[in-house]
Nanobody
């Protein structure tokens, strides 16, 4: 069992930056690929960004490419999502997820992930 705890959400203005963190409680963090998803009001949850177990590969949704950066620190069992140039349409609850995988590609589908955090709210005002 892996517990994931997100932090770093908040209320910001358009153009601002935020960094989300997700701390994982596991001794085998490097056995997991990590992903960030988000769910806006009235919409389905969608893939935002992901990173492989080693950090060697990342992937992004088209809507955040060039603005968001996903990274991980395996020594700290933590994955990050640096969000720059935030837009009102980035407003959502952001979820961290883990998949038991040592694949060298990022998984992008909800059902592929084994563990989920509780989510952290990000609100971007115009």
């Amino acid at each position: 069992q892996v517990q994931l705890v997100e932090s770093g959400g908040g209320l910001v203005q358009a153009g601002d930056s935020l960094r989300l963190s997700c701390a994982a409680s596991t001794r085998t963090f490097t056995s997991y690929g990590m992903g960030w998803f988000r769910q806006a009001p009235g919409k389905e949850r969608e893939f935002v960004a992901g990173v492989t177990w080693s950090g060697g590969a990342t992937s992004y949704a088209d809507s955040v490419k060039g603005r968001f950066t996903v990274s991980r620190d395996n020594a700290k069992n933590t994955v990050y999502l640096q969000m720059n140039s935030l837009k009102p349409q980035d407003t959502a609850v952001y979820y961290c997820a883990a998949v038991a995988s040592e694949a060298n590609y990022v998984k992008k589908l909800e059902w592929q992930y084994d563990y989920w955090g509780q989510g952290t709210q990000v609100t971007v005002s115009s």
